[in-house]
């Protein structure tokens, strides 16, 4: 029996529908639940506030891909003594769709924390994410880009992390046959990213899932003190205009898979998890920034694998060095020049790279209601968080000029806008640390509704069930300790898979 | 939102001083060379209101700013090319955080239209994947 999609405009009545279990989100873990409820036969419906998008509709350019793909059209911001966007995908497969395809590992130095402290232990065992891992790998055919489409801006890395005499790698993304169009960031215009829009969710549907589209879960529906559905509203995907109500009733369950940042947003507006105080708190993320390379030969950054290259030389160092390709509206913004030098920049726009740095830090941010009802997402790095950012700039720099660059806009202000060897980005040491010298970007976000033991000191337990309410499930990377220092998807994944069959196997009485 | 046709007039000569058309051999195109107005209609019916507000204030910040810049008496679209490049690069540069990320704010939005048109990535040596301009930028279909 096949399901469908259905979204704002094919509605026009109140919605009820009734299923075993009611996921909310259709990203990295809300896709995945869904693949293992619906494999196990369990009826499910998910719900996702942004629309479905095709491939064949997916578009080049970058605005139009923030209005389609990107939470609040990529202008989400974190706020605090700098603003710092806060990026996210908002549609049919959530960030997946959006992502630069990396899928990495929990390194299980970083899970052995977690363990030490907060006494994970029940649903997490390494060794069960490890054969989920291995699944994932096969089923979303991870693997790292082929040569020929691996591009210039990654190749180049690659020769200047080598002759620094560093460990670098190629990145390993879930992406079948890669054509090197470079376009992750706008949805991947043929189709061979295996984003959850491409796999996990036509899965589900086919197996007779139902997807409520552009339908923004707003409250819990609680019956006997357990969670059984959610009400939510079709939106208009750009105007945001009311539609219909959708009632979505669960059996058994209710998953909770809408991302650190919507996620709390959801919980605290329904009053869950207010015992701990931790709904929306210890936000953590990597913040990162780029640094660009003028090279004499062309990069051509349009093509080849957008992130195809990385360095974890310096992980233990809470640093993470990758490569960034960026399309020309990102870039452009980037570069330090204005008028007619902006102009002859972009005319040899063909000859910069662009790597990046992302950082583990230790900031802890928050994600509340404002005064007036809104969201509103609190983040600034401390000092040792921006102290490794510049030490990670002036690492970026070293590789560019290794690499053969003629010269490098480190982007950071109190500092010469571009300089021509390395010797120049010393004085970065110098200045103050203050997140607003430096252009940063924060992506993966964690920690707003953390796991553990005690009700005290969590939000849900170690089979990511609310202490609040039970059959409530939160299975994204809100229910992570910390951040992790490598890139989340893969472990949102296998996270959300573990949980997944925890419920299935519940539901089947062993 | 709406912008007034004055404050239109402030946009386009802070959009136009950043992108300059025939500028440079190889990338002649500016952003007066495509069109952006309709670009900024399509960006003031979706953005967030928080942001359509904050570019508002930033536009009369930027507008009102060449008296406190380079100590001219008038509104940035009254004045020279030079002296245009020169407030930009003045605020761009400033101490004050909220200040240098004005020209940044306007940068950030001017790139997010120019760089998307097929045209322009043609001149710099991009093969875009769309033959045809985006949606924003079609002329609208007279009834």
Same mark, same amino acid.
């Given at each position: 029996?096949?399901?469908?999609?259905? +979204?704002?405009?094919?509605?026009?009545?109140?919605?009820?529908?009734?299923?075993?279990?009611?996921?909310?989100? /259709?990203?990295?873990?809300?896709?995945?639940?869904?693949?293992?409820?619906t494999e196990a036969g369990i009826d499910v419906i998910i719900v996702e506030e942004g629309p479905h998008v095709p491939t064949e509709k997916l578009?080049?350019?970058?605005?139009?891909?923030?209005? &389609?793909? &990107?939470?609040?059209?990529? %202008?989400?911001?974190?706020?605090?003594?700098?603003?710092?966007?806060?990026? $996210?995908?908002?549609?049919?497969?959530?960030?997946?769709? #959006?992502?630069?395809?990396?899928?990495?590992?929990?390194?299980? !130095? #970083?899970?052995?924390?977690?363990?030490?402290?907060?006494?994970?232990?029940? @649903?997490?065992?390494?060794?069960?994410?490890?054969?989920?891992w291995d699944q994932l790998d096969l089923e979303l055919s991870v693997g790292t880009a082929p040569e020929d489409t691996l591009g210039r801006n990654n190749t180049l890395?690659?020769?200047?992390?080598?002759?620094?005499?560093?460990r670098g790698n190629s990145i390993r993304r879930n992406v079948k046959d890669c054509q090197g169009s470079a376009h992750c960031n706008q949805g991947c215009p043929t189709g061979r990213k295996q984003s959850m829009n491409n796999t996990y969710v036509p899965l589900a549907i086919?197996?007779?899932? !139902?997807?409520?589209?552009?339908?923004?879960? *707003? !409250?819990?529906?609680? *019956?006997?003190?357990?969670?059984?559905? @959610?009400?939510?509203?079709?939106?208009h995907p750009l105007t945001h205009e009311p539609g219909p109500t959708l009632t979505a009733r669960a059996r058994h369950a209710v998953v909770v898979a809408a991302s650190a940042i919507q996620t709390p947003v959801l919980l605290h507006d329904n009053h869950i998890g207010r015992t701990s105080g931790l709904v929306g708190e210890r936000l953590q993320c990597h913040p990162g920034a780029g640094v660009v390379g003028v090279f004499d030969d062309p990069v051509d950054m349009w093509f080849g694998a957008n992130q195809?290259?990385?360095?974890?030389?310096? &992980?233990?160092?809470?640093?993470?060095?990758? /490569? @960034?390709?960026?399309?020309?509206?990102?870039?452009?913004?980037?570069?330090?020049?204005?008028?007619? *030098?902006?102009?002859?920049?972009?005319? +040899?726009?063909g000859h910069l790279a662009i790597w990046g740095v992302q950082v583990r830090a230790r900031a802890h941010g928050s994600v509340r209601r404002n005064l007036?009802?809104?969201?509103?997402? !609190?983040?600034?790095?401390?000092?040792?968080? #921006? $102290?490794? %950012?510049?030490?990670?700039?002036?690492?970026?720099?070293?590789?560019?000029?290794? /690499?053969?660059?003629? +010269?490098?806009?480190?982007?950071?202000?109190?500092?010469?806008?571009? #300089? /021509?060897?390395?010797d120049e980005i010393e004085p970065i040491f110098g200045l103050t640390d203050d997140p607003r010298r430096f252009h940063c970007i924060a992506s993966h976000m964690f920690g707003t509704a953390v796991m553990g033991l005690g009700r005290n000191n969590s939000v849900v337990d170690p089979r990511l069930e609310a202490h609040d309410l039970p059959d409530l499930y939160v299975t994204d990377s809100s229910v992570f300790p910390t951040n992790m220092g490598v890139n989340p998807q893969h472990s949102v994944c296998a996270v959300s898979w573990l949980a997944a069959e925890g419920i299935a196997d519940r539901l089947a009485g062993r | 939102m709406k912008l007034l046709a004055f404050e239109r007039r402030w946009l386009r000569a802070i959009f136009e001083a950043i992108l300059p058309s025939n500028a440079d051999d190889q990338l002649s195109l500016g952003v007066a060379d495509v069109p952006i107005d309709r670009f900024v209609d399509d960006v003031l019916e979706h953005a967030p209101g928080q942001f359509k507000a904050g570019l508002r204030a930033s536009l009369w910040v930027v507008a009102l700013s060449p008296l406190f810049v380079i100590g001219r008496f008038k509104t940035f679209d009254r004045l020279d090319a030079r002296a245009r490049s020169e407030v930009l690069r003045c605020l761009a540069q400033s101490d004050i955080y909220l200040v240098?990320?004005?020209?940044?704010?306007?940068?950030?939005?001017?790139?997010?239209?120019?760089?998307?048109?097929?045209?322009?990535?043609?001149q710099i040596g991009i093969h875009p994947t769309d033959s045809s301009p985006p949606d924003w930028a079609r002329e609208p279909e007279r009834e």
């Open positions: 029996m096949s399901g469908e999609l259905v +979204e704002f405009g094919a509605v026009s009545e109140p919605v009820e529908d009734i299923a075993d279990v009611v996921i909310i989100g /259709s990203g990295a873990a809300g896709a995945t639940a869904g693949r293992v409820l578009t080049s350019d970058m605005y139009t891909s923030f209005k &389609w793909l &990107w939470r609040d059209m990529g %202008l989400q911001v974190g706020q605090g003594r700098a603003f710092t966007p806060i990026l $996210q995908g908002r549609c049919v497969g959530g960030t997946t769709v #959006i992502n630069g395809a990396i899928m990495h590992r929990m390194p299980k !130095r #970083i899970f052995d924390h977690w363990c030490e402290e907060r006494g994970e232990g029940g @649903v997490l065992r390494y060794e069960e994410l490890e054969r989920i890395m690659r020769r200047g992390v080598e002759g620094l005499g560093l086919e197996r007779g899932a !139902r997807v409520y589209a552009t339908c923004k879960a *707003e !409250r819990f529906i609680v *019956e006997g003190g357990r969670a059984r559905g @959610v009400v939510g509203r079709f939106l195809g290259y990385e360095s974890t030389h310096f &992980w233990d160092e809470r640093m993470k060095f990758e /490569s @960034v390709a960026m399309p020309l509206e990102f870039g452009a913004a980037r570069l330090p020049e204005v008028g007619p *030098e902006l102009m002859h920049r972009l005319g +040899e726009y007036f009802g809104r969201r509103s997402i !609190r983040y600034d790095m401390n000092d040792g968080d #921006i $102290q490794l %950012l510049k030490l990670g700039i002036k690492r970026l720099t070293e590789m560019m000029f290794e /690499s053969g660059a003629r +010269e490098v806009l480190p982007g950071v202000h109190g500092l010469p806008e571009r #300089i /021509s060897t390395v | 240098r990320e004005q020209p940044l704010l306007f940068k950030m939005v001017a790139c997010l239209g120019y760089g998307g048109m097929p045209a322009v990535q043609r």
